[in-house]
């Protein structure tokens, strides 16, 4: 089974710079996460899309940060612009269940992409 | 606004011993409690799941939930220099009562073998 992608591995901006992060995640996964980890801290959720809505953007600074998840499918995440505090590993998750489901009755999980490692100069 | 706390360390533990790794969690009504393994420059893996009071096991790891002192913890048993990572640990479910709503995650033990 293919794992979520996500690209690029790395990228290097300079601030006030826009940047742009793609994820698509396993196939079949209705819900999709995107998550900020800054060094030294555990990830924090940013937005949660079911399909292409979303659930939850309530952590998402929306003066810079945008994501849209089109077709239900791949997602962008993008910065505009960025700032040195946007530093920090952008990591893509899915999941098969949704919204209002509760992991305790299924075995499923969440499953994280290789991430997307920040660094605004 | 949920919050999970867990004790940054290092946590140094001797090969061969018991780690012992700690969390709390403040919204009393969470339902689902994850513990994720992450190495340096790699992604967070779940390691351990629980949902319930008491004692969940599996080979060298324990996670332990206690759902009235709001309390999670992982053991890890016959502790390897392979298990040197930091230790996140995630909760979900409560306001809205949906587990496959957004984790919580912890700022994560970083542990420590030694040889």
């Known amino acids: 089974e293919a794992g979520v992608a996500q690209s690029p591995r790395y990228k290097i901006i300079e601030k006030r710079q826009s940047v742009a992060f793609w994820c698509n995640p396993i196939?079949?996964?209705?819900?999709l996460y995107w998550y900020q980890q800054i060094l030294g801290q555990g990830p924090k959720l940013l937005i949660q899309f079911q399909n292409n809505g979303v659930v939850d953007d309530s952590q998402l600074p929306k003066d810079r940060f945008s994501a849209e998840r089109l077709k239900g499918v791949d997602s962008t995440l993008k910065i505009q612009p960025a700032k040195l505090e946007d530093s920090a590993v952008y990591l893509c998750?899915?999941?098969?269940?949704?919204?209002?489901?509760?992991?305790?009755?299924?075995?499923?999980?969440?499953?994280f992409g290789s991430g997307t490692q920040l660094s605004v100069l | 606004q949920k919050e999970v706390e867990q004790n940054s360390g290092p946590l140094s533990v001797p090969e061969g011993a018991i780690a012992s790794l700690n969390c709390t969690y403040s919204?009393?009504?969470?339902?689902?409690f994850f513990w994720y393994r992450q190495y340096s420059g790699k992604s967070p893996e779940l390691i351990m799941s629980i949902y319930s009071n008491g004692d969940k096991e599996d080979g060298r790891f324990t996670a332990q939930l206690n759902k009235a002192s709001q309390y999670v913890s992982l053991l890890i048993r016959d502790s390897q220099p392979s298990d040197s990572a930091t230790y996140l640990c995630?909760?979900?479910?409560?306001?809205?009562?949906?587990?496959?709503?957004?984790?919580?995650f912890g700022k994560g033990t970083h542990l420590i073998i030694q040889p």
């Open positions: 919204d009393r009504v969470s339902q689902s």
């Open positions: 196939s079949g996964h209705a819900t």
């Open positions: 995630a909760v979900t479910g409560g306001y809205s009562g949906g587990g496959a709503d957004g984790l919580t």
């Open positions: 998750a899915s999941s098969p269940l949704l919204s209002g489901e509760v992991y305790g009755a299924t075995n499923e999980k969440l499953f």
